[in-house]
């Protein structure tokens, strides 16, 4: 009798162990944030039939790029207080699902929630600095140490260095008496955060308090006149220079954080035009020329043509030279073609290091081109913004971007370069100065341009759009004191406009193209947007 009692006895406890377990919710169960922000959620872990032992937690999403974190990945009973922060970054818009695993041993429990991440505008134009400088002056793009565009201007007096930062701009004044009147600016910031720009006397250099000109007559600098200067491998600068008194012989001058040292370049042959394009530094620090016939490279004191472009080199014009990340040589040029509207056809030709690859040509009038950190080539234009992702050529002009209408009648010039956030800057100078922003991921860190109405701040949390998704009409409501509203496509194109009384509105959204939009009320403290899918 003893031994059944011992059995039923051993035979309930096993049972009751094995029923241990527990179970996890995640509340709520789906919420939007953009791009950036921070969604929190709550975990709730709950035991059953006595379970107190530590739940050791993780969470995952295939894909997912942004930041996770528990407030503890190790909760022990009560598990009270379990919260979860997710923060998407710009490669992660969309609806995305997450799974919440909870273990110990062989127990498990999961939950499962998700996070819509409206993909911002893609396009705006923002207002130029408030300090222009002259009408007439050349006027540079760039960046600086910390990745933010700059924008360099001047005047007869001084050089005006804009900073865009915390979506603003910050101008630094540097005081020279020079005249900058159409002197084509080029500059650099060193890893130092010493800036160098061409002034007509020399090179400057500014250290945030005080400005040095550098030159023939005070430093090793050999050249009497400099062309461009740029950033070397070693995190300075160097330039190029040549001398009135021999019209073939140029110089590079490299900076070692010390003193400038020139290696002394000729060209190929007496009869051809003269340098064009600029140049680069690879990283063999071989520093790569085009002349009005070839590519030059110089390694050491050796000096050879490494590639012919057309077969009629006179009208051939090398736009520019840049030496990508992983040492490749990218060269664009340009010939003349019996097309009106456009009158030029661009190339690009690419050096591996062992042999050269061509881009298939694009018909522009082209004024710049990067590439960025993953080899997409991004080309500005009279004719717009083109970008080349290794199979195709895409445009954005007026018919699917912000990018004003061309008028050939009017010739111009034109920037592009990509900020730290990935957002690709352009500007225009044709008639005055324009910049235009695009991120085909949403843009990053950069307002929204307002609209002509001023309103008091808005809070967003009381805000609804209802349904979402919707098909035919939308009800906006949970606003106070905004007088209109906007809706904008995905593209940053503005679809709607239209005023508004009360705190509530109705809008037919039945004819609008399916995708995302976003509904914007503009409000003294900044833009807001809420992110709407029409779906038919």
């Not at 919420?31 to 379970?51: E, R």
């Not at 400038?260 to 620090?285: A, N, Y």
């Not at 990509?418 to 085909?440: A, C, L, S, T």
């Not at 037919?508 to 503009?522: I, K, L, R």
Request: glycine share 6%; hydrophobic share 35%.
């Amino acid at each position: 009798m003893k031994s059944l009692i011992l059995f039923y006895i051993l035979l309930f406890a096993t049972c009751f162990a094995s029923a241990q377990k527990f179970t996890i919710a995640v509340t709520p169960s789906a919420q939007s944030v953009p791009i950036g922000q921070t969604a929190t959620y709550s975990v709730a872990i709950t035991p059953i039939d006595g379970f107190d032992a530590t739940v050791f937690l993780s969470v995952s999403s295939p894909s997912f790029n942004g930041t996770s974190s528990f407030s503890t990945i190790i909760p022990s009973p009560p598990y009270v207080n379990v919260t979860l922060q997710i923060t998407p970054n710009y490669l992660d818009t969309g609806s995305r699902t997450f799974i919440v695993t909870g273990k110990n041993g062989d127990v498990e429990s999961t939950a499962t929630f998700s996070l819509i991440v409206p993909k911002n505008v893609q396009w705006t134009s923002i207002k130029t600095p408030q300090q222009m400088g002259v009408d007439w002056v050349h006027r540079t793009l760039g960046k600086d140490n910390n990745g933010d565009v700059c924008f360099v201007n001047g005047d007869t007096k001084a050089l005006y260095v804009n900073h865009y930062r915390n979506k603003e701009w910050e101008t630094d004044t540097i005081v020279t008496f020079l005249d900058f009147t159409n002197f084509n600016i080029s500059f650099v910031y060193d890893k130092t955060n010493i800036l160098w720009f061409l002034t007509p006397q020399g090179i400057g250099r500014y250290d945030g308090k005080f400005t040095s000109i550098l030159n023939n007559s005070n430093s090793n600098i050999v050249g009497d006149a400099i062309s461009y200067i740029g950033l070397g491998r070693n995190g300075y600068p160097f330039c190029l220079s040549n001398s009135a008194i021999d019209k073939n012989q140029f110089a590079v001058e490299q900076f070692d954080g010390l003193k400038w040292t020139p290696r002394i370049i000729r060209k190929q042959e007496v009869s051809e035009k003269g340098w064009g394009g600029g140049f680069c530094i690879d990283s063999s620090d071989n520093i790569w020329l085009s002349t009005s016939y070839s590519s030059v490279r110089v390694q050491d004191t050796l000096q050879e043509a490494m590639y012919n472009f057309t077969e009629n080199p006179y009208y051939q014009t090398v736009r520019k030279i840049i030496c990508d990340k992983d040492g490749g040589i990218w060269y664009l040029y340009h010939y003349p073609i019996d097309v009106p509207s456009v009158k030029f056809e661009e190339s690009l030709s690419y050096f591996d290091g062992k042999i050269w690859k061509d881009i298939p040509p694009i018909r522009a009038d082209t004024r710049d081109f990067i590439i960025d950190e993953n080899k997409k080539v991004w080309m500005v234009s009279l004719q717009g913004l083109h970008t080349f992702d290794g199979s195709e050529w895409v445009t954005y002009n007026d018919s699917n971007s912000s990018l004003p209408r061309d008028d050939n009648s009017v010739r111009g010039d034109a920037s592009v370069i990509q900020d730290r956030n990935k957002n690709i800057w352009i500007m225009e100078q044709r008639q005055g100065v324009q910049f235009f922003v695009y991120n085909p991921f949403g843009l990053v860190n950069i307002p929204l341009p307002p609209t002509d109405v001023e309103e008091l701040p808005v809070h967003t949390d009381s805000i609804s759009l209802t349904p979402n998704p919707v098909s035919s009409v939308v009800t906006i409501s949970g606003f106070e004191k905004v007088s209109s509203l906007r809706i904008m496509s995905s593209l940053g194109m503005e679809v709607k406009r239209f005023l508004v009384e009360g705190t509530k509105t109705n809008v037919d959204v039945s004819n609008f193209t399916s995708g995302m939009y976003f509904v914007q009320f503009n409000t003294q403290t900044g833009m807001i947007s809420k992110a709407i899918m029409v779906s038919h």
